[in-house]
């Protein structure tokens, strides 16, 4: 959760989630990811901004996709994003390893208004967390 307001630390404006995923899959084959569902909830005064965002990749490899949601106060709702990956910036798990694909998650919050407030959680009101990854395949 990422809060913003008066009295509150600049520290907490952002928090982060690094999900490190070890997918086993049959050699031959790579796999890149085309989307992923995140939900949370957003309660932000006029004149703050929420921004969730991801980004994407393999281990050992300087290529990444990334994808960002924004959110301008007045809000005050749960939201469910479906990422999808842009096809110019697919990123395909290299042939021959088997990598570890991470996921870079982060909550964010800016403001206009010195006396605003905001919160922004990527979660739900039950608490649970739940990452929906689309993958896509081919062979090598």
């Given at each position: 959760?990422?809060?913003?307001?008066?009295?509150?630390?600049?520290?907490?404006?952002?928090?982060?989630?690094?999900?490190?995923?070890?997918?086993?899959?049959?050699?031959?084959?790579?796999?890149?990811?085309?989307?992923?569902?995140?939900?949370?909830?957003?309660?932000?005064?006029?004149?703050?901004?929420?921004?969730?965002?991801?980004?994407?990749?393999?281990?050992?490899?300087?290529?990444?996709?990334?994808?960002?949601?924004?959110?301008?106060?007045?809000?005050?709702?749960?939201?469910?994003?479906?990422?999808?990956?842009?096809?110019?910036s697919t990123i395909w798990s290299p042939?021959?390893?088997?990598?570890?694909?991470?996921?870079?998650?982060?909550?964010?919050?800016?403001?206009?208004?010195?006396?605003?407030?905001?919160?922004?959680?990527?979660?739900?009101?039950?608490?649970?967390?739940?990452y929906i990854i689309g993958v896509q395949?081919?062979?090598?």
């Amino acid at each position: 959760m990422a809060s913003i307001g008066p009295g509150v630390a600049i520290t907490n404006n952002r928090a982060n989630c690094q999900l490190n995923i070890n997918l086993q899959y049959p050699s031959g084959f790579q796999y890149s990811v085309l989307g992923t569902d995140f939900r949370g909830y957003a309660a932000l005064d006029s004149g703050v901004t929420g921004v969730q965002s991801a980004t994407y990749y393999f281990s050992g490899s300087s290529t990444q996709a990334s994808t960002q949601t924004t959110f301008k106060g007045p809000f005050n709702s749960d939201y469910a994003i479906s990422d999808k990956i842009p096809f110019t910036s697919t990123i395909w798990s290299p042939c021959g390893a088997a990598l570890p694909l991470n996921i870079n998650s982060q909550v964010r919050l800016t403001s206009t208004n010195v006396n605003g407030t905001g919160l922004i959680t990527e979660d739900s009101i039950d608490g649970k967390i739940t990452y929906i990854i689309g993958v896509q395949w081919q062979t090598c």
